[in-house]
């Protein structure tokens, strides 16, 4: 069954920076999209971002664009999502994804399988 393994996660203050990773076991990532997803308390999962790692094709939620950066890196089988200039309400659960059939959308009807997510708090 295919296993993604989110990680990097942690405390960090507002501006700081940090670097999820997605690993995959039991599948290439080449012959799926990769999406990072968040949820904060009491709010609805939310797509962040995308990457269709055949093509490089990206997509970002409004929110994060310019703050963000997602790659991918084939060698090892990783998605990264780099997040800098952080924010207090960009605290929440982060989740990645993959949807087998290629398209780089962000929203969560469109994945079948999720990782278990990483706690990413920004605070002072």
């Known amino acids: 069954q295919l296993q993604l393994v989110e990680s990097g996660g942690g405390l960090v203050q507002p501006g700081g920076s940090l670097r999820l990773s997605c690993a995959a076991s039991?599948?290439?990532?080449?012959?799926?999209?990769i999406g990072w997803f968040r949820q904060a308390p009491g709010k609805e999962r939310e797509g962040v971002s995308c990457v269709v790692s055949k093509d490089g094709n990206t997509n970002y939620a409004d929110s994060v664009k310019g703050r963000f950066t997602i790659s991918r890196d084939k060698a090892k089988n990783l998605v990264y999502l780099q997040m800098n200039n952080l924010k207090p309400e960009d605290t929440a659960v982060y989740y990645c994804a993959a949807n087998p059939i290629r398209t780089c959308a962000l929203l969560t009807g469109a994945y079948d399988y999720w990782g278990q997510g990483t706690q990413v708090t920004v605070s002072s």
């Open positions: 039991k599948f290439t990532l080449d012959y799926y999209a």
